[in-house]
C-alpha cells in the first residue's frame, strides 16, 4: 500500500497517474478531449459512435489521429447491449481494431460484457462495468470485469436512481474497485468521492466545458450558467431518463413520453422497436444540437455536476487541479 492518496486500484489497472476518468460522451468525445485528459495523467474514454459519426473519422484513423497526440493509456467505452446483428458485429470490431491499437482499458455498459472481458484479458487489459444497481453489478462480474463504475443520480447521461453513498455500500459486497459516476464537478467532490472509497470518479459534463472539446459554445455556456434545480430527466430521447438542461426547446417537447410511445414502449418486442426509433432519431437530433453555434437547438445532455462548473479550462488544467498540482 502507498501512503498516495491518488495511488488507487483504477490508477494502477490502468496505468495512470490520477484516478480520473474523461468519462464517454456521445456526442461530446471527439480526439483531442480523450488525448487531453489522458495526457495530463487521467484516462480519456473514447466513444466510438461519436468518433465515427460525430466526428467523422474512420475508427482505427481516429485512434492513430489520438496516440499522435498522446503515448498514454486510453480508454474504450463498449455499448454491448444486444441490438441489431450489424451493430453487434461492428462493436466486435472496433473492440479487436482497439485492443491491435493498444487500447487496455474497457468500459462496457448493458448487456453481457462476458466476450469484452475475454478479449481484453487475453491482450493483458481490463474491463470496468457501468452499473446503477447490484442487480447490473452482478451480470458484470458474472461476465468477468475487474471493476465497476457506479453511475449514481446525479449523473448526466442515463443517470441511476441512487445517491453516491448509498451505492457504494450496495456495490461492496462484489470486492471489486468502485469508481463514482457522477455529480462531481470541483476538486472537493473528488476528494469526498476517494474518501468515500470510490477507487477513482468519472466526470463527463466538466469536461464539456474545455477548449478541446468540439462542442458548440452556446452549449458550453449553458453548462457554466446552470445552476443543480436546472437539470432535468426526459424520457424524450431515448425512451428512458436522460438528464439534460431544462432550456425552452425542452419545456416545448415535454419530459415524458408521448402515448403512442410509451405503450410501444410496454411491450417487449414493441420496446425493442421503440427503442431503435429513439436510439436513430437521439443520435441524429444530439449530433446536430451539441455542434450547432446558434444554439437554437438547445438540446443539451448535462448532469447536476454544472452546479460546480463556472469556467472553460483545458482539460489537462481539469485534471491537474483536481490532483492537487
Ligand atoms: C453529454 C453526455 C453524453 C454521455 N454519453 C455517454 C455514452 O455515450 N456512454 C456512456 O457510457 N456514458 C455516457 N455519458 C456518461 C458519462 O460517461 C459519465 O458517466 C457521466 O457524465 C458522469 O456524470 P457527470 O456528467 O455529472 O460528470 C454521457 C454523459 C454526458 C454528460
Known amino acids: 500500500m502507498s501512503d498516495n492518496p491518488l495511488e488507487t486500484p483504477l490508477?494502477?489497472?490502468?496505468?495512470?497517474?490520477?484516478?480520473?476518468?474523461?468519462g464517454a460522451m456521445y456526442p461530446c468525445s471527439n480526439p483531442e478531449l480523450v488525448a487531453a485528459a489522458s495526457e495530463a495523467g487521467g484516462i480519456g474514454v473514447v466513444q466510438p459512435l461519436s468518433l465515427t459519426f460525430v466526428?467523422?473519422?474512420?475508427?482505427?484513423?481516429?485512434?492513430?489521429?489520438?496516440?499522435?497526440?498522446?503515448?498514454?493509456?486510453?480508454?474504450?467505452?463498449?455499448?454491448?447491449?444486444?441490438?441489431?446483428?450489424?451493430?453487434?458485429d461492428r462493436m466486435r470490431r472496433w473492440v479487436n481494431e482497439a485492443i491491435e491499437e493498444g487500447v487496455r482499458f474497457f468500459i462496457t455498459s448493458l448487456g453481457n460484457p462476458r466476450w469484452v472481458a475475454d478479449a481484453a484479458h487475453a491482450a493483458g487489459?481490463?474491463?470496468?462495468?457501468?452499473?446503477?444497481?447490484?442487480?447490473?453489478?452482478?451480470?458484470?462480474?458474472?461476465?468477468?470485469?475487474?471493476g465497476l463504475i457506479a453511475v449514481n443520480a446525479r449523473a448526466g447521461g442515463?443517470?441511476?436512481?441512487?445517491?453516491?453513498?448509498?451505492?457504494?455500500?450496495?456495490?461492496?459486497?462484489?470486492?471489486?474497485?468502485?469508481?463514482?459516476?457522477?455529480?462531481?464537478?470541483d476538486p472537493a467532490g473528488f476528494v469526498a468521492m476517494l474518501r468515500?472509497?470510490?477507487?477513482?470518479?468519472?466526470?463527463?459534463?466538466?469536461?464539456?466545458?474545455t477548449p478541446e472539446c468540439r462542442a458548440s459554445d452556446a452549449y458550453k455556456q449553458a453548462?457554466?450558467?446552470?445552476?443543480?434545480?436546472?437539470?432535468?430527466?426526459?424520457?424524450?430521447?431515448?425512451?428512458?431518463?436522460v438528464a439534460v438542461i431544462n432550456t425552452p426547446f425542452i419545456q416545448r417537447m415535454g419530459l415524458k413520453a408521448g402515448p403512442i410511445a410509451r405503450?410501444?414502449?410496454?411491450?417487449?418486442?414493441?420496446?425493442?422497436?421503440?427503442?431503435?426509433?429513439y436510439g436513430l432519431k437521439s443520435l441524429w437530433q444530439l449530433k446536430h444540437a451539441s455542434l450547432d453555434e446558434t444554439g437554437e437547438k438547445d438540446y443539451w445532455q448535462a448532469g447536476r455536476s454544472v452546479a460546480g462548473i463556472d469556467s472553460i479550462e483545458p482539460a489537462g488544467d481539469i485534471v491537474r487541479r483536481f490532483a492537487g498540482d
Open 11 to 22: 490508477t494502477r489497472h490502468a496505468g495512470i497517474e490520477v484516478p480520473l476518468i474523461c
Open 196 to 209: 468515500l472509497g470510490y477507487a477513482g470518479v468519472q466526470m463527463g459534463t466538466r469536461f464539456i466545458a
Open 55 to 88: 466526428h467523422g473519422h474512420e475508427f482505427r484513423a481516429g485512434l492513430r489521429l489520438i496516440r499522435s497526440l498522446t503515448s498514454r493509456p486510453i480508454g474504450m467505452n463498449a455499448l454491448i447491449e444486444k441490438s441489431s446483428r450489424v451493430y453487434m
Open 263 to 277: 405503450w410501444m414502449l410496454r411491450g417487449r418486442r414493441r420496446k425493442k422497436l421503440m427503442r431503435s426509433i
Open 158 to 185: 442515463h443517470a441511476g436512481p441512487r445517491d453516491p453513498v448509498a451505492l457504494l455500500e450496495e456495490l461492496r459486497p462484489f470486492g471489486l474497485p468502485v469508481v463514482a459516476a457522477g455529480g462531481v464537478g
Open 125 to 146: 487489459g481490463v474491463v470496468y462495468h457501468d452499473v446503477t444497481e447490484s442487480k447490473w453489478a452482478a451480470r458484470g462480474v458474472d461476465g468477468g470485469v475487474d
Open 223 to 241: 453548462i457554466l450558467r446552470a445552476e443543480e434545480s436546472d437539470i432535468v430527466l426526459s424520457e424524450r430521447i431515448t425512451g428512458v431518463p
